[in-house]
């Protein structure tokens, strides 16, 4: 199995969030889901995504935390995609079917990858909101925004987090043991939390998902295509929005994470890429 390390969300090495990429090849069965987890716990990535390939434009993509499956994961399927063009498996803008846990997405390949996400669904579970703010930040922030509290997902459940502006983002320093309790009692990934700006882009955004073992990801997908929806249900943007999100500057590799509110209602997420490693697994 040949595998590769690529940079998510940017267009520099070293930058963005890093994955782990495993090619299967045409037809390549998956290996035990056992064997999968300790494939992504040596890579230590937060995700890796395992690829198989079923025809020319058609794959099945699972993704693995170091440890368990996840049914979606949108930094490994731009790395995926990207890869597959760079690689010359995929041609440049080959529109693409990706089966995933998720349901079966349309991913556009190339230089930049854009990927439809899952249909955008709201969460009806309450959320504790002061409880919430005491795990992000303990005492020290009294400053919220009115906005509510959300869970939505769009192929991975997040509970989206308004805060008052950027020095309040920064200042978030989430318990990980109390975050993690709380992502598994409300059946969560994490928390995706951001503050809008007037400075070009739509907003910045961290994301923290400690129950998977990833303290906090520098460039998140799923959860952007999330508050994305979110946004449009504020009414803060409208369809046809093509939206920036920066993420991973409290982690020094920054991310600019693109969606795209289509009239039909879908979200597309989308980014470039850069291979900085590959190699061969071993038997």
Request: aromatic share 6%; proline share 6%.
């Amino acid at each position: 199995m040949k595998y590769y390390i690529v940079d998510a969300f940017t267009h520099t090495p070293f930058g963005g969030n890093p994955a782990g990429v495993v090619l299967l090849g045409q037809d390549g069965a998956f290996p035990s889901d056992d064997l999968m987890v300790r494939i992504a716990a040596e890579l230590r990535y937060s995700e890796t995504a395992f690829v198989q390939q079923n025809s020319p434009a058609e794959f099945t993509v699972r993704y693995f935390t170091p440890r368990a499956e996840v049914d979606l994961c949108g930094h490994a399927t731009i790395a995926t995609f990207g890869t597959l063009t760079r690689e010359s498996i995929v041609p440049e803008g080959t529109r693409c079917l990706n089966h995933t846990l998720a349901g079966d997405l349309q991913v556009i390949a190339g230089q930049q990858v854009m990927m439809q996400m899952a249909t955008p669904t709201v969460i009806d579970t309450a959320v504790d909101t002061r409880r919430l703010h005491h795990i992000m930040v303990g005492d020290s922030l009294d400053r919220w925004p009115t906005m509510p509290v959300e869970i939505v997902s769009t192929g991975l459940p997040d509970i989206i987090m308004p805060v008052a502006d950027v020095d309040a983002l920064n200042a978030l320093r989430p318990d990980m043991d109390a975050l993690s309790a709380l992502s598994s009692q409300l059946a969560v990934t994490g928390v995706h939390a951001f503050a809008l700006t007037d400075d070009g882009l739509t907003a910045h955004v961290r994301n923290f998902g400690p129950l998977y073992g990833v303290p906090e990801e520098s460039a998140t997908g799923t959860a952007n295509a999330a508050l994305t929806h979110y946004l449009h249900r504020r009414g803060l943007i409208a369809p046809g929005a093509q939206c920036r999100f920066m993420q991973g500057e409290a982690m020094q590799r920054p991310s600019v994470v693109a969606t795209s509110l289509h009239a039909d209602g879908t979200i597309w997420v989308g980014g470039q890429c850069c291979i900085v490693a590959r190699g061969q697994l071993l038997d």
